[in-house]
């Protein structure tokens, strides 16, 4: 079966742009997860979907932000880009009726703020 | 509020050494815990869980990890090591029951090298 697709791989923006990455889940997993990695703060996680609603949130500011769709597919923005947010954003989907807790990541995508 | 500590940012062993990375963790609920790998611009690929069934974990390409409640650890270990097992290893833990969503507090990693 497919696995996690985020597109795109890799972006560069500029300072005070936004900026839109998409997340296709494993067909079935309804639970959408996303994290940013980077070398000084290693892997955080942002926010939490589920049935098309916030479910769990991170400590990030609002200018990160989320949503699933009814196909469960997910974006998630971010607004006034800063030069700290250059950092790998990986998606990671569960399937709820697991009780395992398993998640699954994509390849990532890969932001670069000039 | 759970934790996780991975001890030693980089581990250097020889091939065909045993692979040693240590996790300890803290949580107030019975936990679930995960050993992830990470190579080099990719995503992270699920090495093996614990959940609460047996405390001897086996995974994939040899590895195993063995859950202790009484030193809240879940070290992951393989006998030989291969240089193809070169890569970043992140250990993970969340909530079980109705706490398990899809939310992983992460150990900061241990990069892994492999010497010839």
């Known amino acids: 079966k497919a696995g996690v697709t985020q597109t795109p791989r890799y972006l560069i923006k500029t300072r005070g742009q936004q900026v839109t990455l998409s997340c296709s889940p494993i067909?079935?997993?309804?639970?959408v997860s996303w994290y940013q990695q980077t070398p000084g703060q290693g892997l955080q996680f942002l926010f939490e979907?589920?049935?098309?609603?916030?479910?769990n949130k991170g400590n990030f500011p609002g200018r990160f932000s989320g949503r699933q769709f009814s196909n469960s597919r997910s974006e998630m923005n971010v607004s006034t880009l800063e030069l700290g947010d250059s950092a790998l954003y990986l998606c990671a989907c569960k399937n709820p009726g697991q009780g395992s807790g398993i998640q699954y990541f994509g390849a990532g995508t890969r932001l670069s703020v000039l | 509020a759970q934790s996780v500590t991975q001890l030693g940012s980089h581990v250097s062993v020889s091939e065909g050494a045993l692979v040693l990375l240590r996790c300890n963790y803290s949580s107030s609920v019975p936990p679930y815990l995960f050993w992830y790998v990470q190579y080099p611009n990719q995503g992270l690929q699920l090495l093996l869980k614990y959940t609460s069934a047996a405390t001897l974990v086996k995974g994939i390409n040899g590895f195993e990890a063995e859950f202790k409640k009484s030193e809240t650890s879940f070290h992951l270990t393989k006998p030989s090591a291969h240089m193809s097992d070169a890569a970043e290893y992140f250990c993970a833990v969340s909530q079980t029951g109705s706490g398990n969503t899809g939310k992983l507090i992460f150990g900061q990693g241990t990069t892994l090298q492999v010497k010839p």
């Open positions: 067909s079935g997993h309804r639970s």
């Open positions: 979907y589920f049935s098309e609603t916030q479910r």
